[in-house]
């Protein structure tokens, strides 16, 4: 077995289909199918069902993939390290980022990653909970996670600042006079939440059960730019960080008494090279301090 096959496994599997695969890898659609089929040949499995939407790993084929994409993962990072200089860093880091948090710092800090290592590939993945997080850690596929803290964050976490949350509130609501509102204010407001394992929705209930309300949920969301452009429509309010707040909603958005804030930190994968050392510097460097925002909104 070797690197490429599998590569060329992880791209069908993604694709759903061999000419896709060979398309996204930029090769002879026959040299992927050659190299699936032997593979399949040396494992003795079936990697890969044909189904009517395309093809789909089989359960040996899952497990199988798992792995497969952790020894990827963990070849691009020594050819990196093997390449790193002082001038010049080739190579993938994988990010990951949970949902809300650092919308506005962290592509700040990964333009000027770039800048410093342009020949640098950075994935960047946006995930909604911090257990899907930990799963991902736990599978050796992330080379930096930027997450809220929580009870469970390890002890060599790194504290980038605070993100504090604002209410979203529609065009010609009565609060948008107010300068900050109180959450008991908004007692009789339909809620647009945000998928019951988020972190974001655990922010926000807490805040309305630490000022005993019990939310009206009118609809659920996936993406703080969705729930800030229903709440600017009238059909509910919300809660998110300022920094997701998307450019052009910001006359709707008001900071909230009691306050509500959340420390954001950044985890980094145990010998950590150039490349996540330098995005840690460059996150550091990014301003956290909410103040900053509403006074550039008002």
């Known amino acids: 077995m070797s690197l490429r096959q599998y590569e060329y496994a992880l791209a069908v599997a993604e694709e759903g289909s061999v000419t896709a695969a060979a398309e996204l890898l930029h090769v002879a659609q026959p040299s992927v199918s050659q190299q699936i089929l032997a593979l399949e040949r040396e494992l003795g499995v079936r990697l890969f069902a044909r189904t009517p939407t395309g093809l789909v790993p089989t359960v040996v084929g899952r497990a199988f993939l798992r792995e497969a994409e952790v020894a990827v993962t963990a070849s691009r990072r020594a050819r990196a390290t093997a390449r790193a200089g002082a001038d010049e860093l080739v190579g993938e880091l994988v990010v990951a980022v949970q949902l809300g948090f650092g919308t506005r710092q962290l592509p700040g800090a990964l333009g000027a990653l770039r800048r410093r290592f342009p020949r640098l590939e950075v994935t960047v993945f946006e995930e909604p909970s911090s257990a899907e997080l930990e799963r991902l850690g736990r599978r050796g596929v992330l080379d930096l996670a930027l997450m ?137 460097q990014e301003t956290w301090c909410e103040s900053a925002f509403f006074s550039s909104v008002s």
């Open 148 to 284: 809220a803290a929580c009870e469970q964050s390890p002890a060599d976490a790194h504290h980038l600042g605070d993100e504090e949350f604002v209410v979203v509130l529609g065009a010609g609501h009565r609060q948008l006079a107010a300068d900050r509102v109180e959450l008991r204010e908004l007692e009789q407001e339909p809620w647009i939440r945000f998928d019951r394992d988020s972190a974001l929705d655990g922010v926000l209930l807490a805040a309305l059960r630490d000022n005993k309300l019990s939310p009206t949920t009118v609809a659920r969301v996936s993406q703080t730019a969705t729930a800030v452009r229903w709440a600017a429509h009238g059909l509910g309010v919300t809660l998110v960080p300022a920094s997701a707040v998307p450019p052009g909603h910001e006359h709707l958005v008001r900071p909230v008494f009691p306050v509500v804030s959340q420390p954001v930190i950044a985890v980094v994968r145990q010998g950590a090279g150039p490349a996540e050392t330098a995005l840690l510097e460059l996150l550091r």
